[in-house]
């Protein structure tokens, strides 16, 4: 799916051209790629493309994918080969906050369908859509690792757990109210618990 | 009460911190291996402590450390698999979370022992927050000279990073595993040669579960013998078990290998037995990979003994009777839990992260995902479940990685039991319309134990 959405996109020159991570991004990006020995720096890829794409509004474009190629001195093809691969990068436009719902079992058998619904209702967007003030995208997701807290939902790097509809209703109105996108690479969460 | 190894101390405040975790004792075993021990010696504990891989297979940890290629003036890697995506399975996170240095304390210990100068723990992409929760704890080691150049002036140096990962289950797979660490898609790898001889950087590669390094450090610090003395057979040590779904307390529980399955399931001690005041219907004991189980094959054999929690009493009866232990992602499944449904739902997920290599693991996943939701949904024939039986058997053992097989034992395995459920979606095709039929009242009444001849 997401090699079709790449495919349908142009290559725009000038975007290309504007492309310019901050320098703290750009520290971070050349600290990674020091942790491989000698020639493996392409190792640090996943990560780097993490950052690149906390950098880029939370999705990787054709532009940035060859940005990122150009950084790490590889193929902008073997930047994007690995991009399509992974389900946590988003080669389309997404909100500021991505929810995540987890769908597999463990969360289904305790309710995780009944939490995609009342957010699907309460936001008035389904699964895959964004909301129109693009604050928010809905989203399902594999088994997070949480399974012993469910039902559960990831956005950015903050697991919510143990759902229940005043803790959506929370946690919503708390990203509207701050406002911010929420990136995988946040630093500043710990989990709560 | 239980012994613990690995949660001894996890409600200590502050454990994570290195100042508290040395004062529980935490980095002995790394002044022990290195001042007091030659490589050799650790992998000789190892091997004694009867330490089985707790990543999901099972292998034992000492034959695989000695299986491990020494050619000179090649470089040798530990990589900690902190990948963690079988669904039902979050063990490594808690203990990551809650206990950072104990992974680090074995990465050290195991890093000798196994001659290694750079290791890597590669974590999936979502536990982002404990990958900063290690690196935390990596930067406190480095500055105690706990990792670094010549640690405790040994002369023994030691690189310890931590990877992320994006999102792909199977990366959990050893060899899929190496080539994300490389930068690339996390397509396995074919064997052999295996990682010991060629993994990653196609130097001599250790691939260990988190769980299995940590519990490397009480085998150093007490002796392989001590381990040993824990649990039944060949099942030795303690077990960190995920527990979820419909029970009361669900959560990660460091049991003693031999536990009976009925104590873990309803004693307060542990998962408190089935939430709501409902029955049992079937358990998933060892993450979704392994066969389901039905109420009567959970606490007992199919010879009618009690059900251990160890590797052999798990798969007592084979795929016939039996199940797995496996990653001890332990899912309990209520009266009101609908099975064609959750294998449905299995099947959904092996066939997102099936990474495509191979056809019958790519088609195969895709076809038994779209033949059980016709079934779940009502629309589903007769004839339709003997074609999953087929399909299943014509995944298992075709593909390059063991993902193939995951996503077949699964379905096999609720067919053999639970056929009557799905018989039941065929011939009462009114009655499951409904999406989430089964939650309200029990799509059929648990099915009694048939008798044994
Ligand atoms: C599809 C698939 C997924 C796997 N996922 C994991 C995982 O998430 N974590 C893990 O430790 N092992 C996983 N494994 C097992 C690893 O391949 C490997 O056996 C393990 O990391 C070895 O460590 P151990 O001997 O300490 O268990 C997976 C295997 C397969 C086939
Ligand atoms: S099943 Fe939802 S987090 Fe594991």
């Keep these: 799916m997401s090699a079709h959405a790449h495919g349908t996109q142009h290559f725009d020159e000038t975007k290309r051209a504007n492309i310019k991570f901050s320098a703290e991004a750009l520290t971070t990006i050349e600290n990674l790629m020091k942790r491989y020995p000698e020639g493996k720096s392409k190792s640090a890829l996943l990560p780097v493309l993490h950052v690149a794409q906390a950098e880029s509004e939370g999705w990787l474009s054709a532009e940035v994918m060859d940005y990122v190629a150009e950084l790490m001195g590889i193929q902008s093809i073997e930047v994007f080969e690995v991009a399509s691969f992974y389900s946590m990068y988003n080669l389309r436009p997404i909100g500021k906050c991505q929810l995540e719902v987890c769908r597999t079992s463990s969360c289904w058998a305790r309710g995780a369908e009944d939490v995609v619904d009342y957010i699907s209702k309460k936001l ?10 693009g604050m928010f995208t809905l989203k399902t997701v594999e088994c997070l690792g949480s399974c012993g807290s469910a039902p559960m939902l990831q956005c950015g790097a903050e697991y919510h757990e143990n759902l229940t509809e005043a803790k959506i209703d929370a946690l919503i109105d708390r990203y509207r109210s701050e406002g911010t996108r929420k990136n995988y690479t946040d630093l500043n969460y710990t989990n709560s618990k | ?3 613990k190894l690995l949660l001894t101390h996890d409600n200590v405040p502050n454990l994570h911190t290195i100042d508290v975790y040395r004062s529980k004792g935490g980095y002995a075993s790394v002044e022990k291996a290195l001042k007091k021990m030659t490589p050799e010696e650790i992998v000789e504990e190892v091997k004694k402590s009867g330490l089985r891989g707790r990543g999901g297979a099972g292998f034992p940890t000492g034959m695989k450390w000695s299986f491990l290629a020494k050619p000179e003036g090649v470089p040798r890697y530990l990589v900690c698999n902190a990948d963690e995506s079988e669904p039902g399975t979050f063990k490594d996170r808690y203990l990551m979370e809650r206990n950072p240095h104990l992974l680090i304390e074995g990465m050290i210990t195991s890093s000798f022992a196994l001659g290694a100068n750079t290791s890597y723990i590669y974590i999936r992409g979502e536990y982002f927050y404990v990958s900063r929760i290690l690196e935390t704890a990596i930067a406190e080691a480095y500055a105690k000279g706990w990792l670094g150049k010549n640690i405790l002036g040994t002369g023994y140096n030691l690189d310890l990073y931590v990877q992320v990962g994006a999102g792909a289950y199977i990366c959990g797979e050893e060899t899929a595993l190496l080539e994300s660490l490389e930068g690339k898609r996390g397509n396995p790898r074919i064997k052999p040669p295996f990682p010991a001889i ?21 085998i150093v610090n007490d002796g392989g013998d001590e381990y040993a003395k824990i649990g039944i057979g060949r099942s030795t040590g303690t ?16 049991i003693e290998m031999g536990v009976p399955v009925e104590e873990f399931i309803f004693s307060d001690q542990y998962c408190g037995g ?18 389901i189980l039905p109420d009567y094959l959970v606490c007992k054999t199919a010879t009618g003994e009690d059900r251990l ?7 007592d009866g084979g795929f016939a009777t039996g199940s797995m232990l496996g990653s001890g992602g332990f899912i309990v499944y209520d009266e009101h839990q609908c099975v064609v449904r959750n294998t449905w739902n ?69 067919i053999k039991h639970f056929r009557h459920e799905f018989e039941y979606h065929v011939l009462y095709p009114e009655k499951v319309k409904d999406s989430k039929h089964g939650h309200k009242e029990p799509i059929m009444p648990v099915k009694p134990a048939p008798v044994m001849a």
């Design chain 1, 124 to 133: 008035n967007i389904k699964e895959g859509e964004t909301t129109t003030d």
């Design chain 2, 309 to 315: 929690m160890t590797y052999e009493s798990l798969s």
């Design chain 2, 274 to 291: 089935i939430a709501n005041g409902k029955r049992m219907k079937a358990c998933v004991p060892g993450g979704s990979s392994v066969p």
């Design chain 2, 1 to 3: 009460m239980s012994r």
């Design chain 2, 198 to 218: 060629a993994g990653l950087y196609g130097c001599p590669t250790v691939v260990n579960n988190v769980e299995t390094i940590a519990a490397v450090v009480p």
């Design chain 2, 239 to 254: 077990k960190l078990i995920s527990a979820s779904g419909n029970i009361n307390k669900p959560g990660v529980y460091e």
């Design chain 2, 346 to 414: 299995f099947s959904r997920f092996y066939h997102h992260e099936s990474c495509g290599q191979c056809s019958p693991c790519r088609e195969g996943t895709g076809w038994m995902e779209r033949v059980l939701h016709r079934l779940e949904k009502g629309m589903g024939n007769m004839n339709d479940i003997d074609l999953l039986v087929e399909l299943a058997k014509k995944i298992e053992g075709n593909t390059i990685c063991p993902l193939g097989d995951a996503a077949a034992w699964p379905v096999a395995a609720a």
